[in-house]
């Protein structure tokens, strides 16, 4: 329990951690669109749109028009090894912030779907929003950013 409460003190104090972990919080939600899009890069999902396709009046030159075989594959290659990387990264840190949500308090998860879910609300609206006082919010605010930076290790 000690240990928990100078995680959260140092969450607390330390502005760059609390913004990595605000970081880490949002992501949650948008990690799912990430592994999937690592997962159609791996498959060959959808095709890349040339520059002419996209811009007006555009005439490429004789070396964009004949590119090498051999430079694309190995583009492609390469794209395929880091999404397969990138892969590996997103399903554990998903796997992790989803086992998070199981062991936290009630209060913690509220304040992590009405803060992180949506894109940069205030913590005034949010305690307005759930109708709580400022030392409940902010009480489960620091335990739920401690909790997150002791699992990832961010301390």
Not at 119 to 131: A, N, P, Q, S, Y
């Amino acid at each position: 329990m000690e240990q928990m409460k100078w995680t959260e003190t140092r969450v607390k104090d330390d502005k760059r951690l609390r913004k990595r972990v605000d970081e880490l919080l949002q992501r949650y939600y948008r990690l799912p669109l990430l592994i999937q899009q690592a997962e159609e890069t791996i498959n060959g999902g959808p095709e890349y749109l040339p520059p002419s396709s996209l811009v007006v009046n555009y005439t490429p030159s004789e070396v964009q028009n004949n590119p090498h075989p051999m430079k694309e594959q190995q583009h492609h290659d390469y794209a395929v090894k880091q999404a397969k990387k990138e892969l590996v990264v997103l399903k554990n840190e998903f796997g992790k912030l989803h086992a998070i949500r199981f062991y936290l308090s009630q209060d913690e998860l509220t304040v992590w779907d009405e803060k992180y879910n949506r894109r940069f609300v205030r913590d005034t609206h949010v305690i307005d929003r759930l109708g709580w006082g400022n030392e409940r919010y902010y009480k489960a605010l620091d335990g739920l950013r401690g909790q997150i930076a002791d699992v990832f290790r961010l301390w």
